[in-house]
């Protein structure tokens, strides 16, 4: 990774910018040296919480780590248009989460490739949405420029099979991948086979193929019984507002035109994938198309004007570091407009549903299941946002469905050893039959 030749602000990078030996030997540094510390504090005064065990404090503590360390997010407002984001992608790419195939014993997984040809190229037509609205045609307009031009673009999708969910009598009768390559293929095994698409988290920036969420789309495949496709949009800051959301259309609408009906669909998300989720839901009910069956929420990042207290009484219990909207690296600033300074009018465009879906109108959604965790900075906005879904839709009472996991954080099942991950794992799959009536 070079540094570009224009003239930017110098930055102090915590983590490797190279593959080098000395670049990997960085990265074990920072990382170690969060680690033999959370180690001796908790032999010496304890664990946090009683039912947390020294595994979960380390990478609760390495994650923290990470999130608050490795970028310089002490940089002054006034020098946002002076950072080469270009660069931080470069460098948020090389230390994204771990990346490698799942074990057998958990699941199977694959990519297949999302062709944006000129049929995929159709306009929105979502004037209430204003300046998005505007942003989101004119990316439809350069897919079809690329189109037109025979370099259409592609977007990656993971599909992952769960190990008891490849067990299923309602599978195929031989039902391993190698010996039924159909598991891991964007067509339905039935005409009326039921499917989970879930938005990976990660503020936009990170998550994709990421071996952690592998682990969750494992994990809800065999609860739920179902294949789980996931699109690996395009991240901030290389790709601003609204990329992300404008792939996850395209790979929805896809995937339906493979022959998955969207009865048959769950729609699932968690943090940034969550709000995706909803975004896109409230852009089908816009534009009049058909609606998945169901929603899963975990986590969802609903707010990205980050307004709710807990953002300041939960900082130290969960594992996101409080920020400041001054600071050019806050996740929000990072994927809205990364290098624009932050100002009275950003923070009003951050209020438009399709960035922050709370603000948006919630009404005739599918049945949804929102989890979270007790000690999440989140954890106010989500309460507001169930709050709001389940007035909205009232005349549907049980509609939204809200579970606390005590004492957990953001996302907590990634930490799929929990008790309360495998609670929450369980309570999805419950969740799902419930929706299809099983």
């Known amino acids: 990774m070079e540094y570009a030749e224009k003239s930017f602000v110098p930055l102090a990078l915590r983590l490797r910018t190279d593959n080098s030996v000395l670049g990997r030997l960085k990265n074990i540094a920072f990382v170690s040296s969060g680690t033999i510390g959370t180690i001796a504090k908790y032999y010496w005064h304890g664990p946090d919480e009683k039912t947390w065990g020294l595994r979960f404090h380390i990478l609760k503590n390495i994650l923290h780590q990470y999130l608050s360390e490795s970028l310089p997010h002490s940089t002054p407002n006034e020098l946002s248009a002076q950072i080469d984001f270009s660069y931080i992608s470069d460098y948020i790419e090389l230390n994204n989460l771990p990346s490698r195939p799942l074990s057998p014993s958990v699941g199977w997984n694959s990519?297949?490739?999302i062709v944006v040809d000129?049929?995929?190229?159709?306009?929105?037509?979502?004037?209430?949405?204003?300046?998005?609205?505007?942003?989101?045609?004119?990316?439809?307009?350069?897919?079809?420029?690329l189109a037109q031009q025979g370099k259409p673009r592609t977007i990656?999708?993971?599909?992952?099979?769960?190990?008891?969910?490849?067990?299923?009598?309602k599978c195929l009768s031989s039902v391993h991948p190698h010996s039924s390559p159909e598991l891991l293929m964007p067509q339905p095994l039935e005409p009326n086979e039921r499917i989970i698409i879930h938005f990976h988290g990660g503020a936009y920036c990170v998550g994709e193929r990421s071996l952690t969420h592998l682990y969750i789309y494992a994990n809800t495949s065999s609860r739920a019984g179902l294949r789980v496709f996931s699109p690996n949009y395009r991240l901030a800051p290389r790709h601003c507002f609204p990329s992300h959301l404008h792939d996850c259309v395209v790979s929805y609408l896809h995937i339906v035109s493979c022959g998955f009906r969207p009865e048959n669909i769950i729609l699932a998300g968690d943090s940034a994938g969550g709000a995706l989720a909803v975004e896109l839901l409230m852009?089908?009910?816009?534009?009049?198309?058909?609606?998945?069956?169901?929603?899963?929420?975990i986590s969802p990042w609903v707010d990205s004007t980050c307004a709710g207290k807990s953002w300041t009484t939960n900082q130290g219990l969960d594992y996101l570091p409080g920020l400041s909207f001054e600071d050019p690296f806050h996740p929000t600033r990072l994927f809205y407009a990364a290098g624009t300074p932050f100002s009275k009018s950003m923070h009003e465009e951050l209020k438009c549903p399709l960035v922050s879906p709370i603000f948006g109108d919630l009404s005739d959604m599918p049945p949804m299941l929102i989890q979270m965790g007790e000690y999440e900075l989140l954890s106010d906005d989500i309460h507001a946002f169930a709050a709001k879904a389940k007035q909205q839709n009232s005349h549907n009472p049980g509609a939204v469905q809200v579970e606390v996991y005590s004492k957990m954080p953001h996302v907590f099942v990634i930490f799929d050893f929990m008790d309360e991950a495998q609670q929450a794992f369980v309570s999805f799959g419950r969740f799902v039959q419930a929706v299809f009536g099983n």
């Open 111 to 113: 990519e297949f490739n």
């Open 118 to 145: 000129e049929s995929a190229c159709a306009a929105y037509s979502l004037e209430k949405y204003g300046l998005s609205c505007t942003k989101l045609n004119r990316l439809v307009t350069e897919d079809r420029v």
């Open 156 to 169: 990656s999708c993971q599909v992952v099979v769960g190990a008891q969910m490849a067990q299923c009598s």
């Open 283 to 297: 852009i089908l009910k816009e534009m009049s198309l058909p609606k998945p069956a169901g929603l899963v929420l």
